[in-house]
């Protein structure tokens, strides 16, 4: 056996859950979908129930905790705004939920450690125009992959390639990830016809961007181009969606998502092997010890925030860690960093500098004397160049003692971008 063959074996072993696994989140999914079916007949709410998502396609891979999507398609009768209140009566008396606010609240229903099921409503459409909400589509596109892809090699592929961008921080659409959704994975393996087939592709795309139809919509590239509106073509691949031309399915992928995931490609095609597909967690203490030994600074920060776990609380966290290494750069230079988000209300961050050898600060004109005065008590050392103030200083705090100081002078600032609580430890 030749050993990519070896290594892609092992890696569906791994990442293929249980079947005792399957059949008690199968077990608990039945058993709500019949009590939520029960309680749409008592209130004679005109809708369907279905469940999609992996589970639906059969592409599910092994995770520490499951998730579930459960769709409650509702009559067009019903407004948009609708659709979430209805979905909340349904609910009520039948099992505790947390509620996500988005363009269409949806809810979350929590079934241990395991797994968790997320109840979605969405309209039901027959033609894919009408859709109000991304969301709305999702039954066309469990309808359209168990169509196309009936052979149980090309799933696995799918499973495979999933296990593959999840260990290499590349699977998910959400706006802390900008990878590639579960979908769009699904796609690629189909029109590429493997996992290997499709790294292979992924590792030569170039400058151009890659464009993807496999249902042939649009007479050529050109068109798709001239047709597509442009804030969807941003992406460096563009898959037009089979059940919907005016989609670009990989819209939310960016470039930097991209060029990492290409790299972790070119990687496993010149050396194959099961690390590819294990998520490599940064070494803290390790990090610590050689920032240390190598006279660097180093510090771990928790931030915490009240907005909904998941796309949102994640966006929001890595937006703050964002802002909070360019306050770091202007005084340090940044020699290594990190940021890592479980899906719930915090996040974990790292740095690693050392003090920037001086600091320039920008004055007032010299013609207005009132600020050049206050400059010129605020700072030793001051000095004129084009017609302005400038002061040369040099950094006396650690980075801790910045940090610190920095957090208390910008409360409102912190307060404003959604973090509840910031802990550097």
Not at 106 to 135: A, C, H, M, Q, S
Not at 146 to 155: A, E, P
Not at 285 to 298: A, H, P
Request: glycine share 4%; aromatic share 12%.
């Amino acid at each position: 056996m030749k050993k990519n063959e070896k290594i892609l074996k092992e890696v569906l072993e791994r990442c293929n859950p249980s079947e005792n696994e399957l059949k008690e989140i199968k077990k608990n999914v039945d058993s709500f979908c019949e009590a939520l079916n029960k309680n749409i007949k008592k209130l004679k709410i005109d809708a369907e129930i279905f469940v999609g998502g992996s589970f639906a396609k059969g592409t599910v891979i092994k995770k520490d905790k499951y998730d579930v999507d459960v769709f409650i398609r509702y009559d067009k009768k019903y407004k948009n705004e609708e659709l979430s209140e209805l979905t909340k009566k349904l609910l009520n008396g039948l099992k505790e939920h947390s509620v996500i606010h988005g363009s269409r609240d949806y809810f979350r229903i929590n079934y241990g450690d395991n797994f968790f099921i997320e109840l979605i409503p969405v309209r039901k459409i027959n033609n894919p125009k009408e859709y109000e909400n991304i969301t709305d589509l999702s039954y066309l596109h469990v309808k359209y992959i168990n169509k196309k892809i009936k052979d149980k090699k090309i799933l696995n592929e799918i499973k495979i390639a999933k296990a593959f961008c999840y260990a290499n921080k590349c699977y998910g659409a959400e706006s802390y990830i900008h990878g590639f959704s579960g979908y769009s994975l699904e796609l690629l393996i189909y029109y590429y016809k493997g996992f290997e087939k499709f790294v292979n592709a992924m590792s030569k795309v170039g400058k151009e961007k890659l464009i993807i139809d496999i249902e042939k919509q649009f007479k050529n590239k050109k068109e798709i181009l001239m047709d597509l509106n442009s804030s969807k073509l941003n992406s460096p691949i563009i898959i037009i969606d089979p059940t919907y031309k005016q989609r670009n399915v990989l819209a939310a992928l960016s470039q930097e998502t991209f060029e990492r995931f290409k790299e972790s490609c070119i990687v496993f095609i010149k050396k194959p092997s099961i690390k590819s597909f294990e998520i490599e967690k940064a070494d803290i203490n390790k990090i610590k010890e050689n920032s240390l030994k190598n006279k660097k600074e180093f510090i771990l920060i928790e931030a915490k925030t009240d907005k909904p776990e998941g796309d949102i609380a994640g966006s929001k966290l890595l937006k703050f860690y964002n802002y909070l290494e360019k306050e770091i750069n202007r005084f340090f230079v940044v020699k290594n960093k990190g940021f890592e988000y479980n899906n719930g209300k915090s996040a974990k961050s790292f740095f690693v500098a050392e003090k920037r050898k001086e600091i320039i600060y920008s004055g007032p004109y010299k013609d207005d004397n009132k600020n050049c005065e206050e400059f010129k008590k605020e700072h030793k050392t001051v000095y004129e160049k084009s017609g302005r103030l400038y002061a040369k200083e040099s950094m006396n705090n650690t980075l801790k003692e910045f940090l610190e100081k920095w957090k208390t002078k910008n409360r409102k600032i912190i307060q404003e971008m959604y973090i509840t609580e910031l802990n550097f430890i």
